[in-house]
């Protein structure tokens, strides 16, 4: 069964970069039948989109976030990262990785996602 | 970019009722809307893809419909366990949005 984990540092100073990374096991994040998508939730707000990444290192932003964002894929240990540039209080959220299925072949990047990994909480605060 | 918005905000309702909540998209998105349930404290729940497609070991008093910009969730007869805030996604583009969710309560 295919399960995602994220890890980081759970404390980031505002105007600094917050680096986390997600960690596939049970399956190979080299499938040609999905991407892998960063998703963050402010406390007690909705969800937001951040980005996704194919395992050839293609990548696809939310535009409102696109300046500050980096993801990356690392096929060899089964991991993808995410690295959001001078963070704010804004950015205090729960972020999730998550698998995203290729549902239209012309737009491969068009996913739903399923599984989630647990979640963690990234504050920004100094 | 394309907006979804999801109505109502929150609902209270019975057990066994039957509860609806809608997901409006600003433009057509044919039907590439997906709905996740989100309980409290736990990780969002993929429920429903392609508008209408069951993900497997949902339960089948979850049912959803609808295509091009208008598109709804039902839950046949509301149950204690499905307490929770739902939110569409839509995924027509490479831009993905999820709605504001719809919380979930019994009366």
């Known amino acids: 069964q295919l399960q995602l984990q994220e890890s980081g540092p759970g404390l980031v100073k505002p105007s600094e970069t917050l680096s986390l990374t997600c960690t596939v096991s049970g399956g190979s994040i080299s499938s040609s039948s999905y991407y892998w998508g960063w998703i963050r939730q402010p406390p007690g707000k909705g969800l937001e989109w951040i980005g996704s990444i194919y395992y050839s290192g293609s990548t696809y932003y939310n535009p409102s976030l696109k300046s500050r964002v980096t993801i990356s894929v690392d096929t060899s240990k089964n991991q993808f990262s995410l690295k959001l540039s001078s963070v704010t209080a804004a950015d205090t959220a729960v972020y999730y990785c998550a698998r995203g299925k290729v549902d239209i072949v012309v737009v491969p990047a068009a996913n739903w996602f399923d599984p989630w990994g647990q979640g963690t909480l990234v504050t920004v605060s100094s | 970019d394309i907006q979804m918005t999801q109505s109502p905000s929150s609902l209270s309702a019975s057990v066994g009722d039957r509860v609806t909540i809608t997901c409006r998209a600003s433009q057509g998105i044919s039907n590439y809307l997906a709905w996740y349930q989100q309980k409290p404290g736990k990780v969002p729940k993929l429920l429903i893809y392609?508008?209408?497609t069951l993900q497997s070991g949902v339960p089948s008093r979850f049912s959803g419909s609808g295509s091009g910009t208008d598109f709804t969730l039902t839950i046949s007869s509301l149950q204690p366990e499905d307490v929770a805030t739902y939110y569409c996604?839509?995924?027509?583009?490479?831009?993905?949005?999820f709605g504001g969710g719809t919380k979930v309560e019994i009366k």
């Open positions: 996604q839509k995924y027509n583009s490479a831009s993905l949005t």
């Open positions: 392609a508008a209408s």
